[in-house]
């Protein structure tokens, strides 16, 4: 958040919460969220600061909202010690979970209360600020505990989507180093995702097979892009990657939900997911990036044309101007090129986690 911002934030006119307006020439919506503001942790500059007390490490739990699930040693309680995994809300939420959405309208306008979910997966519970550190165990925990989330709110029926996301490092969006990721639960399907909807149904309804699982073939069979294969998974460069070293995994059954995931497939994922995130570590000497899982909506059954998988965007250039101004990216390295230094990048899986 910029310095500027959280200057003006205390000036800001409080709106009881946020809200939902959607841009009507293009129907992109937008979350006008004034706690945001308030967030605690100025980040112009590399590297985080330390922070002297962290909320997320162990025994500082009632420095958290109270705990919405945790994996823990059985006979402790909530919000106590004794946990491996945490989810907490997020103290300066992007939406709120109560009420009710009351979509209307503002002349032209379309708006809607920003109903939702704002949640933070605590990865570990003691000081770590790399998924990378943690054993492989712990990282299938983590992507269970995403799943167990999914499941949960989809049975909401005033939410839509839900999106899992990490951020590391400043440049990322990052505020606390504490290994962590997000999920943003929306009443709406956000445009991003929408495109990619749209556009693989599209491709469904000509060809009549799901284009991610044609990319995958392709990309096995050329080899030039591809990163790492595994019985279950494959990730590669994407063809037309947006960003350097811009890299997919998807699962190579064909599966719209990641929340359908499967126990064996989460057991391998966990590893795939470390082994990726080691070579990115590794090749471009720890980058901010950011990670998302991109999923069907909750409202859908399975799909024949869309395909979960989730996308790793290290943060090596600047969206600047031109990126702004037309969606169209400037990426300098060639997917091929990336994706053979980080096949030839060897990593050691067996990093100690710190206990
Ligand atoms: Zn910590
Ligand atoms: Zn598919
Ligand atoms: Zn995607």
């Known amino acids: ?41 100025t980040l112009r ?5 330390p922070t002297a007390l962290c909320p997320f490490c162990e025994g500082n739990e009632e ?12 006979g402790t309680r909530p919000d106590q010690p004794g ?44 000081h770590e600020y790399s998924l990378t550190k ?36 400043a440049a990322a969006g990052a505020s606390l180093e504490h290994s962590h990721s997000q999920l943003i639960v929306t009443p709406i399907v956000p445009i991003n995702v929408w495109e990619e909807m749209s556009g693989s149904l599209e491709f469904f309804n000509y060809r009549g097979r799901c284009i991610y699982c044609d990319m995958i073939h392709q990309e096995l069979a050329s080899e030039k892009r591809i990163v790492l294969d595994t019985p279950n998974f494959v990730s590669f460069a994407p063809y037309a990657s947006r960003f350097p070293f811009g890299t997919w995994i ?40 950011n990670y998302i899982i991109h999923t069907s909506p909750f409202d859908t059954q399975a799909l024949p044309h869309y395909h979960w998988h989730i996308e790793v965007i290290p943060r090596l250039t600047r969206v600047a101007g031109f990126e702004w101004g037309t969606g169209f990216y400037i990426n300098p390295v060639p997917p091929e090129q990336a994706a053979g230094f980080l096949r030839e990048t060897e990593v050691d899986l067996t990093t100690r986690p710190k206990r």
């Open 83 to 126: 946990w491996r995994v945490r989810v907490v809300p997020n103290k300066f939420p992007a939406l709120q979970i109560e009420g009710d959405l009351n979509k209307r309208g503002e002349g032209i306008y379309d708006k809607m209360n920003g109903v939702g979910a704002h949640e933070v997966i605590l990865e570990c519970p003691f």
């Open 134 to 169: 943690l054993s492989e165990e712990n990282v299938r925990e983590i992507l269970w505990v995403y799943r167990d989330r999914l499941v949960d709110l989809k049975k909401d029926p005033r939410l839509v989507y839900g999106m899992v996301f990490k951020n590391v490092g």
């Open 45 to 49: 500059h590399e590297p985080l600061p």
């Open 250 to 289: 998807l699962p190579k059954n064909h599966n719209s939900h990641f929340e359908n995931i499967q126990k064996t497939e989460v057991d391998e994922l966990g590893t795939v997911l470390k082994t990726i995130l080691l070579k990115l570590e590794s090749a471009l000497d720890k980058p901010a990036y």
């Open 1 to 41: 958040m910029d310095e500027t911002l959280r200057g003006i934030a205390g000036s800001l006119r409080e709106t009881s919460r946020p809200e939902l307006r959607k841009d009507p020439i293009v129907g992109r919506w937008v979350i006008i969220a004034t706690d945001r503001a308030k967030r605690p942790v």
């Open 63 to 74: 420095h958290t909202p109270h705990e919405i699930l945790a994996y823990r040693r059985p």
